[in-house]
């Protein structure tokens, strides 16, 4: 990270780690009651707001991964970045009312809309993940000079599966809102990767 991007991934760090600690308000404790069901069983009871936050979390935590990971190799900064930049931290933002969403109505009326939303805001993002690096990594014009080439087209080329992956998990809404939640899951562990297999080759290599 340099001086010129330093300011760009701190303010986006700050973002990332509002998203993120925002989501675990949407789980509330059950309020005392003397009437059964026992605390055990409404806490069971809550399972979807969970399953939303553990989805969610893991998700940000991930975007906020190779958030870091890009601006590992971008140098330089133009208006076109701060930009795009700014529009991803923008549906960042979102996860939080997204997850909410999905959280209130999974397996009631209405759990359809919110996977909707819930998957359109990570289709935003994969969107904005493509555009920003794309203007970055583009004729490696705002790239460093000693950045790893390996590393960058690994990069290119896991992001093109998050426009189609997460459409796919849209479209899989229609059919199971619960496994559409999972499928956004296994998502975010693909995207967790690219790292781990860059490492593995280059010790290959040697």
């Known amino acids: 990270m340099t001086n010129e991007t330093a300011r760009i991934e701190a303010f986006s760090d700050g973002v990332f780690a509002v998203a993120i600690t925002l ?3 949407d789980i509330k404790a059950p309020p005392v009651s003397s009437a059964s069901p026992s605390l055990a069983v409404r806490l069971a009871h809550q399972w979807p ?28 900064a133009n208006d076109h970045l701060l930009f795009f930049n700014g529009m991803l ?31 359109g805001t990570f289709i935003f993002i994969a969107i904005l993940y493509n555009v920003l690096w794309h203007s970055a990594s583009a004729k490696g014009k705002l790239l460093r000079q000693d950045a790893d080439h390996h590393a960058v087209q690994l990069i290119t080329g896991s992001f093109r599966w998050g ?21 956004n899951l296994l998502l975010a562990m693909f995207f967790a990767l690219p790292t781990h297999l860059s490492r593995r080759r280059n010790s290959n290599a040697h």
Do not use: C, K
Not at 54 to 59: C, E, L, M
Not at 89 to 102: E, H, N, R
């Open 49 to 76: 707001s969970y399953l939303a936050f553990v989805t969610s979390f893991v998700t940000i935590l991930i975007m906020w991964v190779n958030h870091h990971r890009i601006f590992t190799h971008i140098g330089r």
């Open 89 to 119: 931290l923008l549906g960042v933002t979102v996860v939080p009312f997204s997850t909410a969403l999905i959280a209130e109505y999974l397996g009631h009326d209405g759990q359809r809309t919110a996977a909707v939303v819930y998957n």
């Open 23 to 25: 989501l675990v308000l």
């Open 163 to 183: 426009v189609p992956g997460y459409s796919a998990a849209l479209m899989f809404a229609f059919l199971n809102v619960t496994a559409s939640l999972v499928l």
